[in-house]
């Protein structure tokens, strides 16, 4: 008996040395991504766009073109102001928000809550957050888009074995972003019951630090994101 003790506390620890090694050189990874990309932005179109959010409104991971803002401006020819940075919580949007040019848009797109649901921010918290962040939305577009991250404990950055632990905070996470959007009459993107094919090809659709996307990965994403467009303003995607 003594013996599997000793066997099982050398694998145990062998587990924790080896996630620790991985998941380091998957930080680095990813702020060598942060460092170098750069939100997607365009100064003319014929709608203007209002994008905020975390890393992935900025893109990271993916040219910036291919990413759901880059996308929706091309579908839209829209002229994009994005303020998005990575890292950001749904606290830090109202500083995004601050920093707008216009005063009303013909479309807003807020992509965040995915850090919230790895830091695990208080739920309590998140919704009073959400709530100002959506209000402060509506006032300047009638259109606002909420996308938030899905199934986050599913990516490759996190251990197998405690990965669901990231995608239950996700489940809650998703609780006020919805009863949120429902309130402001937000078109909300539900990428928690989207599904998507990330798990059939992992390297194809998440980007080497295994957290962030690829362009096929945001190109997902913005099909879902086309979808709810068409759904609750029918034919404003193709209103070129």
């Known amino acids: 008996m003594k013996y599997v003790v000793v066997a099982v506390a050398l694998i145990i620890v062998a587990y924790a040395v080896y996630q620790y090694v991985r998941i380091s050189r998957l930080v680095d990874t990813s702020e060598q991504l942060v460092n170098v990309a750069k939100p997607f932005s365009r100064s003319e179109g014929r709608v203007h766009m209002l994008v905020l959010g975390d890393s992935t409104a900025v893109g990271v991971g993916s040219n910036s073109e291919e990413t759901v803002a880059g996308r929706l401006s091309s579908a839209l020819d829209a002229s994009i102001e994005n303020y998005a940075m990575s890292g950001a919580r749904t606290r830090d949007i109202a500083a995004q928000f601050s920093l707008r040019q216009k005063g009303t848009y013909d479309i807003v797109l807020i992509q965040i809550g995915a850090n919230d649901v790895i830091r695990f921010t208080s739920l309590e918290q998140l919704r009073d957050d959400i709530s100002l962040v959506l209000k402060?939305?509506?006032?300047?577009?009638?259109?606002?888009?909420?996308?938030?991250?899905?199934?986050?404990?599913?990516?490759?950055?996190?251990?197998?074995?405690?990965?669901?632990?990231?995608?239950?905070?996700?489940?809650?996470?998703?609780?006020?972003?919805?009863?949120?959007?429902?309130?402001?009459?937000?078109?909300?993107?539900?990428?928690?019951?989207?599904?998507?094919?990330?798990?059939?090809?992992?390297?194809?659709?998440?980007?080497?630090?295994?957290?962030?996307?690829?362009?096929?990965?945001?190109?997902?994403?913005?099909?879902?994101?086309?979808?709810?467009?068409?759904?609750?303003?029918?034919?404003?995607?193709?209103?070129?």
């Open 136 to 240: 402060n939305a509506k006032e300047v577009s009638d259109r606002v888009v909420l996308l938030t991250a899905g199934r986050v404990g599913d990516a490759p950055f996190f251990p197998r074995a405690f990965g669901w632990l990231w995608t239950y905070r996700a489940s809650q996470v998703r609780s006020p972003f919805l009863a949120s959007a429902e309130k402001y009459e937000v078109a909300y993107v539900d990428l928690y019951t989207a599904k998507d094919p990330f798990s059939s090809n992992p390297t194809r659709f998440y980007a080497p630090d295994g957290l962030h996307l690829t362009g096929d990965g945001y190109g997902f994403w913005y099909e879902e994101v086309s979808k709810v467009i068409e759904s609750k303003w029918p034919g404003y995607l193709h209103e070129r």
